[in-house]
């Protein structure tokens, strides 16, 4: 009898939190694209690093910047969360310019997943040298998790 009120109890417990969404932003890796809208021009993750230190060290040579995102969320699958990417660029006498690109996401399973929001040619010509930046994860108006630069 002790045993079935313990697994009744946690039923309980357990069934009143899952409905409410949680996640985390895991990682986020800010990738400059070439003219040709590459970030690596090979698949090794060494050719991809050494082919970033080309493009950090050549302004010229870049067309955007892409944020590639690792997130988890224990959230249903018809539930709708957002990705938020705020930058900042490089400023223009007392501010600097500002820029956000949302994207929406769904959880598929329980493994983390990659989410990759880019920032266009134009947008980033605007913006200038990206300074700070801020990945935020939302379940609507209520925000799950955040990953920012150290400037921010």
């Known amino acids: 009898m002790r ?6 109890c946690s039923m ?3 069934g009143s939190t899952a409905n409410a969404a949680d996640g985390r ?5 800010p990738q400059f694209l070439d003219l040709q809208g590459r970030e690596a ?7 991809r ?6 493009l950090r060290k050549n ?3 870049r067309s955007g910047i892409r944020f590639a995102i690792q997130w988890k969320a224990n959230a249903p699958a018809t539930e709708v969360l957002k990705l938020r990417v705020e930058m900042r660029g490089t400023p223009e006498k007392d501010l600097p310019k500002e820029s956000s690109i949302e994207m929406e996401v769904h959880q598929h399973h329980w493994f983390s997943h990659w989410a990759y929001i880019k920032l266009g040619e134009d947008k980033y010509k605007a913006l ?3 300074t700070a930046w801020r990945v935020t994860l939302w379940d609507g108006d209520k925000l799950l998790s955040e990953q920012k630069s150290f400037l921010w």
Do not use: H, N, R
């Not at 045993?3 to 009744?8: A, R, T």
């Not at 932003?25 to 890796?29: A, E, F, S």
């Not at 021009?41 to 050719?47: G, H, N």
């Open 59 to 61: 302004p010229k040579l």
């Open 25 to 29: 932003v895991l990682k986020v890796l």
């Open 3 to 8: 045993w079935f009120l313990v697994v009744c």
């Open 12 to 14: 309980l417990v357990l």
């Open 41 to 47: 021009i090979t698949p090794s993750l060494y050719d």
């Open 49 to 54: 690093d050494a082919y970033q230190a080309i």
């Open 128 to 130: 200038g040298e990206v």
